[in-house]
């Protein structure tokens, strides 16, 4: 199986087969486990990928799948002179999580997007590519579309800090921004069933999840770079909503690890649903993997 695997049963990934696409320079910030196989499949194509990695021992493996290696460390000194032509390209898709796990990252994410935007705005690129969340939207209040992001707190400081980060970029003149918000990834070596595996007492079973497979990450980042679309901000989600109680066990059933067990609740009025509808008209698409209980690599 291919690092994006079998494409035979569920349709390959989109990738628009125009000389516009494979005639494009294109900077990735953050090669990392979402990255690196849409820099792989973008340079299979025949783009010129420049892509970016924190990690020394990696720069080989950039070389070996056909992307132009940089050693990137983002913050809030970052100097663009360093790595020039990095930022010579026609696109650049920034991929860098805010670090949740950060006691600074409401502050510290802003400062590190901003100084992305001064480095934008020293080279050739016109149009920016940003991987958001949906933890910018407010953790309950039912169905979100994306014009709800900032009417109420975000779910997280991680979640405030992206909602920054978006503000800057769109207010930038010299290019365009187009965001797209991921609900939470799963596929291949990572699953959200197995972080909960056998614990217990867990709340908020009865809240429905907000998933999304790798591979339709993927697919989606393709369309939008082969649309062109401009100015614009999508959620990508998963159609499929299942409760987090439903899900979990039955997807560690599936994965033969010890199920994790949920508090009862008395009622779910409090939910979160993220609503794909957007990015399904307007880009036309269907999703690969549609249900996250959906077998799938």
């Known amino acids: 199986m291919s690092a994006l695997g079998s494409e035979s049963a569920k349709g390959a990934l989109y990738l628009g087969r125009t000389n516009h696409l494979y005639q494009m320079t294109l900077s990735i910030l953050g ?49 663009c002179e360093e790595h020039p032509d990095f930022w010579e390209s026609e696109l650049l898709i920034i991929n860098i999580p805010p670090g949740r796990s950060r006691r600074d990252v409401r502050s510290r994410h802003p400062r590190e997007v901003d100084a992305i935007r001064q480095c934008v705005e020293s080279g050739s690129i016109r149009r920016v590519l940003f991987v958001s969340s949906t933890s910018v939207y407010h953790k309950f209040g039912g169905v979100k579309t994306e014009e709800d992001a900032g009417r109420e707190p975000a779910t997280s400081e991680s979640g405030e800090a992206l909602l920054e980060a978006e503000a800057t970029l769109r207010a930038a003149e010299a290019f365009d921004t187009t965001i797209l918000r991921l609900g939470g990834l799963y ?89 794909n509808e957007k990015l399904k008209r307007k880009l036309s698409y269907e999703f690969l993997y549609p249900h996250p209980a959906d077998p799938a690599p």
Not at 45 to 70: A, C, M, Q, W, Y
Not at 228 to 249: L, M, Q, W
């Open 187 to 275: 596929g291949y070596n990572r699953h959200p069933a197995k972080n909960l595996s056998g614990r217990k007492n867990l709340s908020g079973g009865e809240r429905p999840v907000n998933l999304i497979h790798r591979d339709d990450a993927i697919s989606i980042l393709l369309k939008l770079i082969h649309s062109d679309i401009r100015n614009d901000t999508f959620n990508a989600v998963s159609d499929g909503h299942p409760t987090r109680k439903e899900f979990y066990c039955e997807m560690a059933r599936a994965l033969g690890v010890e199920e994790p067990q949920f508090t009862p609740e008395k009622e779910s009025a409090s939910y979160k649903i993220i609503s």
């Open 31 to 79: 090669c990392g486990w979402l990255g690196l196989p849409l820099a792989t499949k973008l340079a299979a194509e025949g783009t010129t990928v420049r892509g970016s990695t924190t990690n020394h021992s990696k720069l080989t493996e950039l070389n070996e799948r056909g992307i132009d290696p940089f050693l990137i460390n983002v913050n809030d000194q970052l100097r």
